[in-house]
Protein backbone atom coordinates (compact mmCIF):
# COMPACT_ATOMS: atom_id res chain seq x y z
CA UNK A 1 0.00 0.00 0.00
CA UNK A 2 2.85 2.18 0.55
CA UNK A 3 5.28 0.96 -1.95
CA UNK A 4 6.25 4.72 -2.95
CA UNK A 5 8.10 4.83 0.33
CA UNK A 6 11.47 5.33 -0.26
CA UNK A 7 13.49 4.10 2.47
CA UNK A 8 17.19 5.23 0.41
CA UNK A 9 16.21 9.07 1.51
CA UNK A 10 15.42 8.92 5.24
CA UNK A 11 13.37 11.31 6.62
CA UNK A 12 13.45 13.16 9.98
CA UNK A 13 11.30 11.97 13.16
CA UNK A 14 9.34 14.67 13.10
CA UNK A 15 8.92 14.48 9.35
CA UNK A 16 7.35 11.00 9.59
CA UNK A 17 5.18 11.83 12.32
CA UNK A 18 2.93 13.85 10.36
CA UNK A 19 3.28 11.29 6.77
CA UNK A 20 4.32 8.07 7.58
CA UNK A 21 1.12 6.02 7.22
CA UNK A 22 -0.55 8.44 4.81
CA UNK A 23 1.40 8.14 1.30
CA UNK A 24 -1.29 7.39 -0.45
CA UNK A 25 -3.28 9.85 0.67
CA UNK A 26 -3.55 12.21 -1.85
CA UNK A 27 -3.60 9.66 -4.84
CA UNK A 28 -6.81 8.76 -3.00
CA UNK A 29 -8.03 12.29 -3.04
CA UNK A 30 -8.06 12.75 0.53
CA UNK A 31 -6.07 14.65 3.48
CA UNK A 32 -7.43 13.23 6.66
CA UNK A 33 -6.97 9.41 6.71
CA UNK A 34 -10.64 7.07 5.94
CA UNK A 35 -11.85 5.03 9.26
CA UNK A 36 -12.88 1.48 7.68
CA UNK A 37 -15.27 0.50 10.45
CA UNK A 38 -16.12 -2.55 8.33
CA UNK A 39 -16.29 -5.95 10.49
CA UNK A 40 -16.44 -8.25 7.45
CA UNK A 41 -15.90 -7.55 3.25
CA UNK A 42 -17.32 -8.62 0.48
CA UNK A 43 -16.09 -11.07 -1.92
CA UNK A 44 -17.77 -13.16 -4.81
CA UNK A 45 -14.79 -15.13 -5.22
CA UNK A 46 -14.71 -17.87 -2.39
CA UNK A 47 -11.39 -19.52 -3.54
CA UNK A 48 -9.20 -16.49 -3.54
CA UNK A 49 -10.51 -16.40 -0.04
CA UNK A 50 -9.69 -19.20 1.20
CA UNK A 51 -6.14 -19.24 -0.86
CA UNK A 52 -5.75 -15.78 1.27
CA UNK A 53 -6.94 -17.38 4.73
CA UNK A 54 -4.45 -20.40 3.91
CA UNK A 55 -2.14 -17.92 3.56
CA UNK A 56 -2.54 -15.57 6.27
CA UNK A 57 -2.55 -19.50 8.44
CA UNK A 58 0.68 -20.31 7.23
CA UNK A 59 2.78 -16.79 6.85
CA UNK A 60 0.97 -14.49 8.84
CA UNK A 61 1.80 -11.84 6.67
CA UNK A 62 -0.20 -9.10 6.06
CA UNK A 63 -3.29 -9.47 4.20
CA UNK A 64 -2.82 -7.85 0.21
CA UNK A 65 -6.46 -6.53 -0.39
CA UNK A 66 -9.77 -6.59 1.87
CA UNK A 67 -8.86 -8.49 5.26
CA UNK A 68 -11.73 -10.71 4.96
CA UNK A 69 -12.57 -10.03 8.82
CA UNK A 70 -11.97 -7.56 11.04
CA UNK A 71 -9.94 -9.74 13.36
CA UNK A 72 -6.98 -10.15 10.70
CA UNK A 73 -6.19 -6.83 9.76
CA UNK A 74 -7.81 -3.19 9.01
CA UNK A 75 -6.16 -0.34 7.05
CA UNK A 76 -7.06 2.42 9.42
CA UNK A 77 -5.26 0.45 12.31
CA UNK A 78 -2.52 -0.33 9.08
CA UNK A 79 -1.51 2.69 9.28
CA UNK A 80 -0.98 3.73 12.43
CA UNK A 81 1.46 0.51 12.49
CA UNK A 82 3.01 1.28 9.99
CA UNK A 83 3.63 4.80 11.02
CA UNK A 84 4.96 3.72 14.23
CA UNK A 85 7.50 1.17 12.83
CA UNK A 86 8.71 3.77 10.72
CA UNK A 87 9.26 6.14 13.69
CA UNK A 88 11.16 3.29 15.97
CA UNK A 89 12.94 2.00 13.06
CA UNK A 90 11.72 -1.04 12.97
CA UNK A 91 10.28 -3.14 10.10
CA UNK A 92 6.95 -3.52 11.15
CA UNK A 93 4.49 -2.84 14.10
CA UNK A 94 1.69 -5.06 15.39
CA UNK A 95 -1.20 -3.05 17.15
CA UNK A 96 -3.08 -4.21 19.79
CA UNK A 97 -6.24 -3.70 21.96
CA UNK A 98 -4.04 -2.28 25.50
CA UNK A 99 -0.71 -2.32 26.46
CA UNK A 100 -1.78 -5.88 28.14
CA UNK A 101 -2.83 -7.45 25.25
CA UNK A 102 0.12 -6.74 23.69
CA UNK A 103 2.53 -7.66 25.99
CA UNK A 104 0.10 -11.00 26.30
CA UNK A 105 0.35 -11.91 22.88
CA UNK A 106 3.87 -11.40 22.68
CA UNK A 107 4.45 -13.69 25.79
CA UNK A 108 2.30 -16.14 23.62
CA UNK A 109 4.11 -16.18 20.67
CA UNK A 110 7.28 -17.27 22.66
CA UNK A 111 5.44 -19.67 25.00
CA UNK A 112 4.04 -21.41 21.99
CA UNK A 113 7.33 -22.33 21.14
CA UNK A 114 8.02 -23.94 24.12
CA UNK A 115 9.82 -21.05 25.42
CA UNK A 116 7.79 -20.46 28.61
CA UNK A 117 10.86 -18.91 30.66
CA UNK A 118 10.86 -14.70 31.02
CA UNK A 119 13.96 -13.54 32.33
CA UNK A 120 12.64 -9.64 33.82
CA UNK A 121 14.50 -6.62 35.46
CA UNK A 122 12.63 -4.63 37.79
CA UNK A 123 10.77 -2.24 37.95
CA UNK A 124 8.17 -2.84 35.49
CA UNK A 125 4.48 -1.51 35.48
CA UNK A 126 2.60 -3.14 38.02
CA UNK A 127 -0.06 -5.10 35.87
CA UNK A 128 3.10 -6.44 33.21
CA UNK A 129 4.99 -7.37 37.00
CA UNK A 130 1.84 -8.87 37.75
CA UNK A 131 1.01 -10.63 34.81
CA UNK A 132 4.63 -12.58 34.77
CA UNK A 133 4.90 -12.70 38.19
CA UNK A 134 1.03 -14.84 38.99
CA UNK A 135 2.25 -16.55 35.63
CA UNK A 136 -1.16 -16.05 34.40
CA UNK A 137 0.04 -16.95 30.76
CA UNK A 138 1.81 -20.08 32.02
CA UNK A 139 5.35 -18.58 31.72
CA UNK A 140 7.35 -18.75 34.51
CA UNK A 141 10.07 -15.49 35.52
CA UNK A 142 13.32 -14.56 36.81
CA UNK A 143 13.84 -11.80 38.17
CA UNK A 144 17.27 -10.19 38.06
CA UNK A 145 19.22 -7.04 37.57
CA UNK A 146 20.90 -6.06 34.31
CA UNK A 147 24.04 -7.25 35.54
CA UNK A 148 22.13 -11.04 36.11
CA UNK A 149 20.51 -11.50 32.80
CA UNK A 150 23.56 -13.50 31.23
CA UNK A 151 23.57 -15.74 34.20
CA UNK A 152 19.88 -16.28 33.64
CA UNK A 153 18.99 -17.34 30.47
CA UNK A 154 18.42 -21.01 30.53
CA UNK A 155 17.44 -23.23 27.24
CA UNK A 156 14.02 -22.70 27.49
CA UNK A 157 14.14 -18.59 28.20
CA UNK A 158 11.89 -17.29 25.37
CA UNK A 159 12.64 -13.75 26.19
CA UNK A 160 14.42 -10.91 28.41
CA UNK A 161 12.27 -8.19 29.45
CA UNK A 162 12.72 -4.59 30.55
CA UNK A 163 11.48 -0.86 30.92
CA UNK A 164 14.16 1.78 30.60
CA UNK A 165 13.10 4.28 31.59
CA UNK A 166 10.98 1.80 33.89
CA UNK A 167 7.68 2.79 35.72
CA UNK A 168 7.76 3.98 38.41
CA UNK A 169 11.20 4.52 39.07
CA UNK A 170 12.44 6.57 35.41
CA UNK A 171 15.69 3.55 36.54
CA UNK A 172 17.89 3.15 33.01
CA UNK A 173 18.80 0.09 31.96
CA UNK A 174 22.03 0.12 28.98
CA UNK A 175 19.92 -1.33 26.33
CA UNK A 176 22.84 -1.86 24.19
CA UNK A 177 24.79 -3.72 26.43
CA UNK A 178 21.64 -6.03 27.70
CA UNK A 179 21.03 -6.58 24.19
CA UNK A 180 24.78 -7.69 23.95
CA UNK A 181 24.30 -9.83 26.75
CA UNK A 182 20.68 -11.65 26.28
CA UNK A 183 22.70 -13.28 22.47
CA UNK A 184 19.86 -15.02 20.46
CA UNK A 185 17.51 -14.44 22.89
CA UNK A 186 14.94 -11.67 22.30
CA UNK A 187 14.97 -7.85 24.09
CA UNK A 188 12.42 -6.60 24.61
CA UNK A 189 12.16 -3.10 25.97
CA UNK A 190 8.99 -1.46 27.02
CA UNK A 191 10.23 2.42 25.53
CA UNK A 192 6.43 3.35 26.77
CA UNK A 193 7.92 6.47 28.70
CA UNK A 194 10.74 7.50 26.09
CA UNK A 195 9.03 7.34 23.06
CA UNK A 196 10.73 6.90 19.65
CA UNK A 197 10.77 10.92 20.13
CA UNK A 198 13.61 10.20 23.01
CA UNK A 199 14.95 6.82 22.65
CA UNK A 200 14.96 3.95 19.50
CA UNK A 201 15.58 0.55 21.22
CA UNK A 202 15.63 -1.48 17.76
CA UNK A 203 18.73 0.73 16.83
CA UNK A 204 20.85 -0.36 19.83
CA UNK A 205 19.58 -3.97 19.70
CA UNK A 206 16.45 -4.76 21.31
CA UNK A 207 14.61 -7.27 19.06
CA UNK A 208 10.87 -6.62 20.52
CA UNK A 209 9.80 -2.86 21.36
CA UNK A 210 6.58 -2.54 23.33
CA UNK A 211 4.39 0.76 23.44
CA UNK A 212 1.31 1.68 25.91
CA UNK A 213 0.24 3.90 23.07
CA UNK A 214 -2.91 4.52 26.00
CA UNK A 215 0.19 7.08 26.78
CA UNK A 216 2.46 9.24 24.83
CA UNK A 217 1.15 7.89 21.27
CA UNK A 218 -2.49 8.76 21.99
CA UNK A 219 -1.25 11.94 23.64
CA UNK A 220 -4.40 13.26 24.88
CA UNK A 221 -6.32 10.68 27.66
CA UNK A 222 -9.01 9.38 25.51
CA UNK A 223 -7.64 6.22 23.50
CA UNK A 224 -6.88 3.01 24.88
CA UNK A 225 -4.11 0.45 22.98
CA UNK A 226 -1.13 -1.33 22.50
CA UNK A 227 1.66 -1.55 19.80
CA UNK A 228 4.94 -3.81 18.95
CA UNK A 229 7.47 -2.57 16.97
CA UNK A 230 9.81 -5.79 15.70
CA UNK A 231 11.16 -7.37 12.93
CA UNK A 232 8.50 -9.23 10.23
CA UNK A 233 9.17 -12.15 11.62
CA UNK A 234 8.06 -11.78 14.74
CA UNK A 235 5.60 -9.44 13.63
CA UNK A 236 3.83 -11.98 11.30
CA UNK A 237 3.38 -14.87 14.76
CA UNK A 238 2.24 -11.77 16.71
CA UNK A 239 -0.72 -11.28 14.04
CA UNK A 240 -1.44 -14.84 14.32
CA UNK A 241 -1.97 -14.94 17.78
CA UNK A 242 -3.82 -11.50 17.62
CA UNK A 243 -6.35 -13.30 14.91
CA UNK A 244 -6.06 -16.29 17.19
CA UNK A 245 -7.22 -14.76 20.24
CA UNK A 246 -8.68 -11.34 19.14
CA UNK A 247 -6.99 -8.59 21.35
CA UNK A 248 -7.04 -6.08 18.07
CA UNK A 249 -7.46 -2.38 18.68
CA UNK A 250 -10.50 -0.97 17.65
CA UNK A 251 -10.30 1.09 13.81
CA UNK A 252 -11.22 4.33 15.42
CA UNK A 253 -8.64 3.91 18.25
CA UNK A 254 -6.04 2.83 15.18
CA UNK A 255 -7.40 6.57 13.64
CA UNK A 256 -6.79 8.19 17.03
CA UNK A 257 -3.44 7.09 17.63
CA UNK A 258 -2.10 8.03 13.74
CA UNK A 259 -3.58 11.37 14.52
CA UNK A 260 -1.61 10.92 17.54
CA UNK A 261 1.65 10.13 16.04
CA UNK A 262 1.77 13.61 14.45
CA UNK A 263 2.00 15.46 17.40
CA UNK A 264 4.26 13.31 19.44
CA UNK A 265 7.28 14.77 18.95
CA UNK A 266 6.34 18.46 19.66
CA UNK A 267 4.15 17.09 22.16
CA UNK A 268 7.17 14.87 23.51
CA UNK A 269 10.03 17.89 23.88
CA UNK A 270 7.49 20.30 25.06
CA UNK A 271 6.55 18.53 28.05
CA UNK A 272 10.10 17.08 28.60
CA UNK A 273 11.82 20.96 28.64
CA UNK A 274 8.64 21.74 31.74
CA UNK A 275 9.61 18.49 33.37
CA UNK A 276 13.62 19.44 33.33
CA UNK A 277 12.29 22.86 34.93
CA UNK A 278 10.39 21.59 37.48
CA UNK A 279 13.07 19.04 37.84
CA UNK A 280 15.18 21.22 38.61
CA UNK A 281 12.94 23.33 41.24
CA UNK A 282 12.55 19.94 43.26
CA UNK A 283 16.09 19.12 43.07
CA UNK A 284 16.49 21.83 45.49
CA UNK A 285 13.37 21.90 47.42
CA UNK A 286 13.48 21.01 50.95
CA UNK A 287 10.46 19.13 51.02
CA UNK A 288 11.97 16.83 48.89
CA UNK A 289 14.20 13.73 49.72
CA UNK A 290 15.06 12.95 46.10
CA UNK A 291 13.91 13.24 42.54
CA UNK A 292 14.07 10.65 40.02
CA UNK A 293 14.73 12.03 36.49
CA UNK A 294 16.71 9.85 33.39
CA UNK A 295 19.65 10.39 31.27
CA UNK A 296 17.19 10.56 28.65
CA UNK A 297 15.28 13.04 29.71
CA UNK A 298 11.22 12.71 28.87
CA UNK A 299 8.25 14.12 30.63
CA UNK A 300 7.69 11.58 33.42
CA UNK A 301 9.06 12.74 36.70
CA UNK A 302 9.42 10.82 40.12
CA UNK A 303 10.11 12.18 43.76
CA UNK A 304 10.05 11.42 47.15
CA UNK A 305 8.59 13.44 49.46
CA UNK A 306 9.80 13.67 53.26
CA UNK A 307 5.62 14.40 54.49
CA UNK A 308 2.95 12.36 53.52
CA UNK A 309 2.49 11.20 49.86
CA UNK A 310 -1.26 11.12 50.06
CA UNK A 311 -1.24 14.81 51.58
CA UNK A 312 0.33 15.78 48.22
CA UNK A 313 -2.11 13.82 46.41
CA UNK A 314 -5.02 15.15 47.95
CA UNK A 315 -4.00 18.76 47.69
CA UNK A 316 -3.02 19.26 44.02
CA UNK A 317 -5.86 21.70 42.21
CA UNK A 318 -4.41 22.22 38.84
CA UNK A 319 -2.80 19.28 38.57
CA UNK A 320 -5.13 15.65 38.13
CA UNK A 321 -4.67 13.36 40.72
CA UNK A 322 -5.16 9.82 38.70
CA UNK A 323 -3.04 7.02 37.02
CA UNK A 324 -1.95 6.91 33.45
CA UNK A 325 0.38 9.17 31.98
CA UNK A 326 1.75 10.96 28.68
CA UNK A 327 -1.94 13.32 28.24
CA UNK A 328 -1.21 16.63 27.73
CA UNK A 329 -2.48 17.86 31.22
CA UNK A 330 -0.27 17.03 34.39
CA UNK A 331 -1.00 14.11 36.26
CA UNK A 332 0.34 12.69 39.67
CA UNK A 333 -0.24 9.45 41.39
CA UNK A 334 1.33 7.69 43.77
CA UNK A 335 2.83 4.16 42.63
CA UNK A 336 2.59 2.14 45.98
CA UNK A 337 -1.09 2.74 46.34
CA UNK A 338 -1.95 2.81 42.56
CA UNK A 339 -0.29 2.00 39.77
CA UNK A 340 1.89 -1.05 41.55
CA UNK A 341 -0.32 -1.83 44.38
CA UNK A 342 -0.57 -5.35 42.85
CA UNK A 343 2.78 -5.69 43.16
CA UNK A 344 3.69 -7.28 46.77
CA UNK A 345 4.79 -5.34 49.07
CA UNK A 346 8.41 -6.56 49.63
CA UNK A 347 9.04 -6.65 45.65
CA UNK A 348 8.20 -3.22 45.17
CA UNK A 349 10.31 -1.81 47.75
CA UNK A 350 12.78 -3.79 46.86
CA UNK A 351 12.64 -2.63 42.94
CA UNK A 352 12.89 0.62 44.83
CA UNK A 353 9.33 2.02 44.39
CA UNK A 354 9.34 3.52 48.06
CA UNK A 355 5.91 4.30 49.97
CA UNK A 356 7.31 8.16 49.61
CA UNK A 357 7.52 8.21 46.19
CA UNK A 358 4.98 9.85 43.76
CA UNK A 359 5.04 9.85 40.25
CA UNK A 360 4.05 12.88 38.02
CA UNK A 361 3.22 12.45 33.85
CA UNK A 362 4.21 16.58 33.17
CA UNK A 363 1.71 17.78 30.48
CA UNK A 364 1.69 21.02 28.23
CA UNK A 365 0.30 23.46 30.96
CA UNK A 366 2.55 26.68 31.44
CA UNK A 367 5.65 25.38 34.12
CA UNK A 368 4.70 28.87 36.33
CA UNK A 369 0.62 27.64 37.01
CA UNK A 370 2.35 23.81 37.70
CA UNK A 371 5.06 24.70 40.13
CA UNK A 372 2.36 27.12 42.04
CA UNK A 373 0.22 24.41 42.32
CA UNK A 374 2.61 21.70 43.30
CA UNK A 375 4.37 23.88 45.55
CA UNK A 376 1.00 24.83 47.47
CA UNK A 377 0.58 20.87 47.30
CA UNK A 378 3.55 19.86 48.66
CA UNK A 379 2.84 22.38 52.00
CA UNK A 380 -0.61 21.27 52.06
CA UNK A 381 -1.57 20.09 55.53
CA UNK A 382 -2.35 17.09 56.73
CA UNK A 383 -6.00 15.97 55.09
CA UNK A 384 -7.36 15.26 58.42
CA UNK A 385 -6.92 18.65 60.31
CA UNK A 386 -8.39 20.65 56.97
CA UNK A 387 -11.80 21.19 58.61
CA UNK A 388 -14.56 23.54 57.24
CA UNK A 389 -15.41 26.39 59.59
CA UNK A 390 -18.37 25.14 62.33
CA UNK A 391 -21.62 26.18 60.90
CA UNK A 392 -23.66 28.79 62.64
CA UNK A 393 -25.86 26.95 65.00
CA UNK A 394 -22.22 25.70 66.53
CA UNK A 395 -22.97 21.87 64.91
CA UNK A 396 -19.79 20.52 63.30
CA UNK A 397 -19.87 20.81 59.54
CA UNK A 398 -18.93 17.90 57.45
CA UNK A 399 -15.07 18.23 56.70
CA UNK A 400 -14.53 19.55 53.50
CA UNK A 401 -13.32 17.05 51.00
CA UNK A 402 -9.56 17.90 50.37
CA UNK A 403 -9.35 16.37 46.75
CA UNK A 404 -11.56 16.81 43.94
C1 LIG B 1 0.36 1.62 31.19
C2 LIG B 1 1.56 0.80 30.89
C3 LIG B 1 1.44 -0.49 30.37
C4 LIG B 1 0.10 -1.17 30.15
O1 LIG B 1 -0.59 -0.56 29.10
P1 LIG B 1 -2.21 -0.50 29.01
O2 LIG B 1 -2.42 0.25 27.76
O3 LIG B 1 -2.69 0.17 30.25
O4 LIG B 1 -2.67 -1.92 28.93
C5 LIG B 1 2.60 -1.18 30.06
N1 LIG B 1 3.81 -0.63 30.28
C6 LIG B 1 3.95 0.61 30.79
C7 LIG B 1 5.31 1.16 31.00
C8 LIG B 1 2.84 1.36 31.12
O5 LIG B 1 2.99 2.58 31.65
Redesign the pocket.
Known amino acids: MYMDYDASTPRALATEAVHAGREDLAELGLHAPPIDLSTTYPSYDTRAEAARIDEFATTGARLDGPPVYARLDNPTTARFETALARLEGADDAVAFA????A?TAVLLVRASLGLRHVVAVRPL?G??DHLLNAGLLGTEVTWTDPAGVADAIRPDTGLVMV?SPA?PTLAEVDIRALAHACGSVPLLV?N??ATPVLQRPVEEGARIV?H????YLGGHGDV???VVACDDEFARALRQVRFATGGVLHPLAGYLLLRGLSTLPVRVRAASATAAELVRRLATDPRIARVHYPRVGGAMVSFEVYGDPHDVIAGVRLITPAV??GSVDTLIQHPASISHRIVAEGDRRSAGVSDRLLRMSVGLEDVEDLWRDLTQALSAPPAETVRAPRAADGSAAPSRPVGR
Open positions: SGMALYCSENDTFLSATKMGGSL
